[in-house]
């Protein structure tokens, strides 16, 4: 018979007889458990212990109230006084009940100040066995209680059913001032301190006094200049990890916390806070001055330098000041020639985005800026803003040359140009120079090719907005010219002033080389290629090439075999709008071009100049077998089959 001897706190308790083998009682003291249960791998250090254990799996002892199963009879039986309400020990010296006396025993310890079990690693005593495993999870790290919802892990159950408040909101702590409610009695211990005032946690430094532990922890940081908090991305280091969280939001593009107006999200609810004075007007900074209000506090600051003329960002190339740094970082552009805006449907690019947004309005057509008085919208406020001055018909800038009056300064002073000359406005490719930089850019288009105004119906772009609003008129058949001698109306004035000198018989630009006269300039360019030879465009398909574009174009209808100028009475159609043109002077009966002579009309100029013939005596078909000579090619073509003997 072997006899031993359990150590509790250095002392012999008691003496243990064993008459089996005494190994398997050395393994109490060694903790050594070789015995595996084959249902949930938990090990034990006799076969005994594990047998027992087995009762667990095979339900021997199972309660019918709740289907719990016991290890053996004896602790069933405790088990159904948890059901019964049976608590047969009573403490003698709190009343307190317990429904086993192992319970009573390790409950008399708090009484008699007895804590037996003490932790081998950091000597900390305590009064129940249990308490001491508890605490010897801090050692070894264990955490056997894990969450259903989100797998978190808890070395003691109280923590795991506190931590349950996060998945169900569960608050049952109340402020009995407030009614405010907390998951956890700690978070309500310290929000009392809000309504008593209690700061109990004095700065050692600079005597400031703190409610809670923890904000003079991070307090002290302020003295010692510690930032534990490290950004892992850019090493940036904080005092409180709070900041770190936010901060990470920087590198991660979080925002959390979103509008509820205009679903716009931000990193901050600070920032959250201050855009909600967007959609509430709310402006609590009132400027002392002048009573003016801001939204925002950076805004009354920048507005003073209004009234203190401080202007603290200076320019290092001009050393012109700004009362703002952004309007600094945009005057410097100007230095360094940066347009970082850049449009997506023309790549116009701008030194700031306003302007940028601005111009987009040229494409989409948005006139957001109305005027109150006459409807007419406006891209821009300022436009508006000049526009409202037609209505009082206040025009207090006055020409001393014309007497012309401007709403504006800076219009008198532009069209001052108009008597000087002066064109300060100069191209930096071809050197030409304008009176207007408005002008200039137009030009510039000459030279890059940007044509950003595109026609929404046939999509053509041009240059200028005021050619996009010409071109328009084709679509719209707007004709708003008309002439006052015939009545014909014209879509554009030059048509109309062209057409003039039909009836003035006007013909100012004449050739050099032949002396034909024109009514246009255009029309005398054009004939000059004649005399030169010139043809410029060249057809992609069979290289024939042609001395003007719309020559090309038209020639372009016989590879496509296009003809997109269908006549309104017959529906006939032409590839070329001057065909149409000329065939509808069939169903008008329009003869425009009448002799100078007889006074004989013709629909057609070609029909005029072979009549004028006539009167001239001119035959330019002259036969190359006998010489004789016509007035019109078809002559000579008749003619011709005397020669050849052909019969039609």
Same mark, same amino acid.
């Given at each position: 018979?072997?006899?031993?001897? !359990? ?48 009762? %667990? ?46 319970? =009573?025993?390790?409950?008399?310890? %708090? ?9 081998? !690693? ?39 059913? &506190? ?50 532990? &923890? ?84 805004? =009354?600051? %920048? ?34 020639? +940066? ?166 018989? +006007? ?16 029309? =005398? ?124």
């Amino acid at each position: 018979m072997l006899s031993c001897a !359990l150590h509790c706190s250095g002392e012999s308790l008691f003496e243990v007889k064993i008459e089996d083998d005494s190994s398997d009682h050395s393994r109490l003291h060694t903790q050594e458990n070789q015995y595996t249960c084959t249902q949930c791998e938990k090990r034990f250090s006799s076969q005994a212990v594990l047998c027992q254990h087995m009762n %667990i799996h095979e339900g021997k002892y199972t309660c019918t109230e709740c289907g719990k199963c016991c290890e053996y009879h004896s602790r069933l039986a405790v088990h159904r006084r948890s059901h019964l309400g049976e608590k047969l020990f009573e403490c003698t010296v709190c009343g307190k009940r317990f429904t086993q006396s192992h319970n =009573l025993v390790e409950h008399s310890k %708090i009484h008699h100040g007895e804590k037996a079990y003490k932790c081998q !690693l950091c000597n900390k005593s305590f009064n129940v066995s249990g308490s001491l495993s508890r605490h010897m999870r801090f050692h070894t790290g264990e955490k056997p209680y894990k969450c259903s919802v989100c797998n978190k892990a808890f070395a003691w159950s109280s923590r795991l059913n &506190t931590h349950m408040r996060v998945h169900t909101g569960e608050k049952p702590h109340k402020c009995s001032v407030c009614n405010k409610t907390f998951a956890w009695s700690t978070d309500l211990n310290n929000h009392m301190r809000v309504h008593t005032g209690e700061k109990p946690y004095k700065c050692s430094v600079c005597n400031k006094a703190f409610a809670w532990s &923890t904000t003079l922890n991070t307090h002290m940081r302020v003295h010692t200049g510690e930032k534990p908090y490290k950004c892992q991305v850019c090493n940036k280091s904080f005092r409180v990890s709070g900041s770190l969280s936010y901060h990470m939001r920087v590198h991660t593009g979080e925002k959390p916390h979103k509008c509820s107006v205009c679903n716009k999200a931000f990193a901050w609810s600070k920032n959250l806070n201050i855009h909600m004075r967007v959609h509430t007007g709310d402006k609590p900074y009132k400027c002392s001055v002048c009573n003016k209000a801001f939204a925002w506090s950076t805004r =009354l600051n %920048i507005h003073m330098r209004v009234h203190t003329g401080e202007k603290p960002y200076k320019c290092s190339v001009c050393s012109k000041a700004f009362i703002r740094s952004s309007f600094l970082n945009t005057h410097m552009r100007v230095h360094t020639g +940066e347009k970082p805006y850049k449009c997506s449907m023309c790549n116009k690019a701008f030194t700031e985005s306003s302007s940028l947004n601005t111009h987009m309005r040229v494409h989409t057509g948005e006139k957001p800026h109305k005027c109150s008085v006459c409807n007419k919208a406006f891209r821009r406020s300022t436009d508006l803003n000049r526009h409202m001055r037609v209505h009082p018909g206040e025009k207090p800038h006055k020409c001393s040359v014309c007497n012309k009056a401007f709403t504006e300064s800076s219009s008198l002073n532009t069209h001052m140009r108009v008597h000087t000359g002066e064109k300060p406005y100069k191209c930096s490719v071809c050197n030409k120079a304008f009176a207007w930089s408005n002008d200039l850019n137009i030009h510039m288009r000459i030279h890059t090719q940007e044509k950003p105004h595109k026609c929404s119906v046939c999509n053509e772009a041009f240059a200028c907005s005021k050619d996009l609003n010409i071109h328009m008129r084709i679509h719209t058949g707007e004709t708003p010219y008309k002439c006052s001698v015939c009545n014909k109306a014209f879509a554009w004035s030059t048509d109309l002033n062209i057409h003039m000198r039909i009836h003035t018989v +006007e013909k100012p630009h004449k050739c050099s080389v032949c002396n034909k006269a024109f009514a246009c300039p255009m029309d =005398l360019n054009i004939h000059m290629r004649i005399h030169t030879g010139e043809t410029p465009y060249k057809c992609s398909v069979c290289n024939k090439a042609f001395a003007w574009s719309t020559d090309l174009n038209i020639h372009m209808r016989v590879h496509t075999g296009e003809k997109p100028h269908k006549c309104s009475v017959c529906s006939m159609a032409f590839a070329c709008p001057m065909d149409l043109k000329i065939h509808m002077r069939i169903h008008a009966g329009e003869t425009p071009h009448k002799c100078s002579v007889c006074n004989k009309a013709f629909a057609w100029s070609t029909d005029l100049n072979i009549h004028m013939r006539i009167h001239t005596g001119e035959k330019p078909h002259k036969c190359s077998v006998c010489n004789k000579a016509f007035t019109q090619s078809f002559s000579l073509n008749t003619h011709m089959r005397v020669h050849t003997e052909e019969k039609p």
